[in-house]
Structure formats: structure tokens, C-alpha cells
């Protein structure tokens, strides 16, 4: 498991979102979500601040964006591995920086997300090429 190199997309690495710190627990939490996953991910670790759970959207840092869909994809959501996925739409800004909308506020009140908690995004990428469809599992850190 590597840091994620903005600049060499690479699959099976992770990045630490601004003013989240990095700690034996959340990279032993991110390695197990590795070994148990079987598919190509790349994890994104954040301390959600009060505008990601009061606003409609949720938004990554530009570095992060850079690894994510260029055009305007749609994300099936879940939380830790729940029955009941989300649809969601994960858009980049002129700026360059990735958001989900549509979805994102029926996720995080169904699933509680709380101020000031670090979660961990694990995106995936379809398995089948024609579906364009991205996946987005959420964990608590």
C-alpha cells in the first residue's frame, strides 16, 4: 500500500485528506480494507468538516481529484458494506476538483456521518468496461 502520486494515477494507494493526520490505526484500517477487497481501489482518508454534512456535496482535495473521472460519473454508494446502496453523482468542477452531488445528502443522513470523524472512501472502478459506473464504499477510519 502506497501514498498516492497525484501526477501517476496508480491503483492500490491512498491519500490523506487535509488536516487529517496519519496514525497506526487508520493505515492498519486501510490495509485490511485492501487485502479484503478484490478489486483495483484507491482510498481517499478525510476528517469530514461541518460543510461536507450540512451541504449538498461532498468534495475531495484537487490532488485526489486528479485520480478520479474527468466527465460526470454515477457512484453506487454504500456504507461499509450495507444492503442499501446509494446513487449518487460524482462530478470535477472547472477547478479541477471532484464532488459528489446528487445522492450525497441522502447518504450521509442515512448512513449518520458525523462532524469531525475520519472516513475512509475506497473507489473502485467497474469490473465490466462497458459500464461506466463507478463504485464508493464508505468505512469509518
Same mark, same amino acid.
Given at each position: 500500500?502506497?501514498?498516492?502520486?497525484?501526477?501517476?494515477?496508480?491503483?492500490?494507494?491512498? +491519500?490523506?485528506?487535509?488536516?487529517?493526520?496519519?496514525?497506526?490505526?487508520l493505515i492498519s484500517r486501510m490495509r485490511w480494507l485492501f487485502i479484503e477487497s478484490s478489486s483495483k481501489m484507491t482510498l481517499y482518508a478525510a476528517k469530514l468538516v461541518e460543510s461536507q454534512l450540512t451541504?449538498?456535496? +461532498?468534495?475531495? /482535495?484537487?490532488?485526489? /481529484?486528479?485520480?478520479?473521472?474527468?466527465?460526470?460519473?454515477?457512484?453506487? +454508494?454504500?456504507?461499509?458494506? /450495507?444492503?442499501?446502496?446509494?446513487?449518487?453523482?460524482?462530478?470535477?468542477?472547472?477547478?479541477?476538483?471532484?464532488?459528489?452531488?446528487?445522492?450525497?445528502?441522502?447518504?450521509?443522513?442515512?448512513?449518520?456521518?458525523?462532524?469531525?470523524?475520519?472516513?475512509?472512501?475506497?473507489?473502485?472502478?467497474?469490473?465490466?468496461?462497458?459500464?461506466?459506473?463507478?463504485?464508493? /464504499?464508505?468505512?469509518?477510519?
Amino acid at each position: 500500500m502506497t501514498i498516492c502520486r497525484p501526477n501517476q494515477p496508480q491503483d492500490n494507494c491512498y +491519500m490523506l485528506a487535509e488536516k487529517t493526520s496519519r496514525n497506526e490505526a487508520l493505515i492498519s484500517r486501510m490495509r485490511w480494507l485492501f487485502i479484503e477487497s478484490s478489486s483495483k481501489m484507491t482510498l481517499y482518508a478525510a476528517k469530514l468538516v461541518e460543510s461536507q454534512l450540512t451541504g449538498p456535496q +461532498m468534495f475531495f /482535495s484537487k490532488e485526489f /481529484s486528479r485520480m478520479l473521472p474527468e466527465v460526470k460519473t454515477t457512484l453506487i +454508494m454504500d456504507y461499509e458494506g /450495507s444492503d442499501n446502496p446509494v446513487t449518487g453523482t460524482l462530478i470535477k468542477t472547472f477547478r479541477g476538483i471532484s464532488r459528489i452531488t446528487k445522492g450525497w445528502k441522502k447518504f450521509r443522513e442515512e448512513h449518520n456521518l458525523k462532524h469531525g470523524v475520519v472516513y475512509i472512501f475506497n473507489f473502485f472502478r467497474p469490473l465490466d468496461r462497458l459500464d461506466k459506473r463507478w463504485g464508493l /464504499s464508505v468505512h469509518r477510519a
